[in-house]
Structure formats: C-alpha cells, structure tokens
T-cell receptor, first 116, second 115 residues
C-alpha cells in the first residue's frame, strides 16, 4: 500500500502569508505526528494526534501554528503570518500504535517551506 | 524534557570498515531507542530499535547497544558499503504518565563511506 503522503513537497511563501501543509497517513494508522526539521538538524516534535484528538501540541512554536485532523485521517498543519524562521522541512509521520506504546514511525517525504 | 546528544556529527570511513555512532540521553524514564537513516532529500526510515529491557540487538550488519546506567546507546555498522552513506539519527522516547509517543531526536551524523 501507499506510504505517508505529504503535499505540497515544496512551498515558497512571502513573509506574512498563510500556508497549509497536508498529510495523508497510512490507512488505518491511529497516531499521527508533525515534526519540524531545520537544515542540518534532527526532527523536532510539534504535535501529536490519536485519531481525531490532538493529545499534545506542546511543540508548536507559537500560536501562529495550528494543526487539525478532523476525521482521524488526513491532517493539515497551518502556519499563519509566516516568518523567515519558519523555513524548514515539515515532516508528517504515522503509526499504527496508540500513545501508550512507542514504535516505528512511518515518515512522509516532507514539505519544504521557504519563507522569503 | 528529554535531551539527546549525538556524536560525531560527521564520520568518514573506507568501504569495509566499521562505523560507530554514539548517543546519550537525559531522561532515565526513556525506554525506547530507535535509529533512523535519512538519505539526502528522502524521508527518515527506521533501521533498528531497542527497548530498555534489552542490552543489545543485531540485524545483519547493524547492531545497537544500550547502557541504561550510563544513559548511553550506540549504533554499530560493520562491513560498510557506499549505500550506507546517509545521515543517521538516534532518538529516545520518554514514558510520561503512561504515554510513550514522543521521540526526541539527536542532531544527526553524516556518514560517508568511501569506495
């Protein structure tokens, strides 16, 4: 079956614009994560969903960042009034496990955001 | 929260040699330690993982060791091949209130295997 799919793969935004990044997880996966990966760095946790419930948003850098997963499948990460420091690759990952047991994360290819 | 340190940041070896990457973590409650490989422009992919009730795990040319007392774990790749060239990330998953989902990643090691 298909892996985790993210779109767009590349996005260039002018400072102050709003952007929306989409993630299609592997079908049936309960858990969905968003990570931010700056150039030359490891992924950093942003937020976690179990089905449609956002259980943890402690990693979102500011209230300009918002994520949703309304039907427990597709998720969207929205960034309002983008700033240059938002430039990064945004990785989505899914897992068949619930929050109680850590296991393999299946990552998408990422959405590379460049803010000019 | 959890803090993961990874060394070295770059590693260059000759084909056929071994490569070792080391990580330390800060949270003694961490109980799951995966390693991901990320080729340039590609998605991170799990190559091996270990849980805190095990000291060592091996899968063909790849092995991971865990020292819970020292809060230290390492990735060992033997008989390296050019296709092993990539960035490798270690990570630790903390257990908090019965939930265990959040991975904290190291900064990565760029491994180059020279033919």
């Amino acid at each position: 079956g298909a892996g985790v799919s993210q779109s767009p793969r590349y996005k260039v935004a002018k400072r102050g614009q709003d952007v929306a990044l989409r993630c299609d997880p592997i079908s049936g996966h309960v858990s969905l994560f968003w990570y931010q990966q700056a150039l030359g760095q490891g992924p950093e946790f942003l937020t976690y969903f179990q089905n449609e419930a956002q259980l943890d948003k402690s990693g979102l850098p500011s209230d300009r960042f918002f994520a949703e997963r309304p039907e427990g499948s597709v998720s969207t990460l929205k960034i309002q009034r983008t700033q240059q420091e938002d430039s990064a690759v945004y990785l989505c990952a899914s897992s068949p496990r619930t929050s109680r047991v850590a296991g393999e994360l299946f990552f998408g290819e990422g959405s590379r955001l460049t803010v000019l | 929260g959890e803090n993961v340190e990874q060394h070295p940041s770059t590693l260059s070896v000759q084909e056929g040699d071994s490569a070792v990457i080391k990580c330390t973590y800060s949270d003694s409650a961490s109980n799951y330690f995966p390693w991901y490989k990320q080729e340039l422009g590609k998605r991170p992919q799990l190559i091996i993982d270990i849980r805190s009730n095990v000291g060592e795990k091996k899968d063909q040319r790849i092995a991971v060791t865990l020292n819970k007392t020292a809060k230290h774990f390492s990735l060992h790749i033997t008989e390296t091949q050019p296709e092993d060239s990539a960035v490798y990330f270690c990570a630790a998953s903390s257990n908090s209130g019965g939930s265990n989902y959040k991975l904290t990643f190291g900064k990565g090691t760029l491994l180059t295997v020279n033919p």
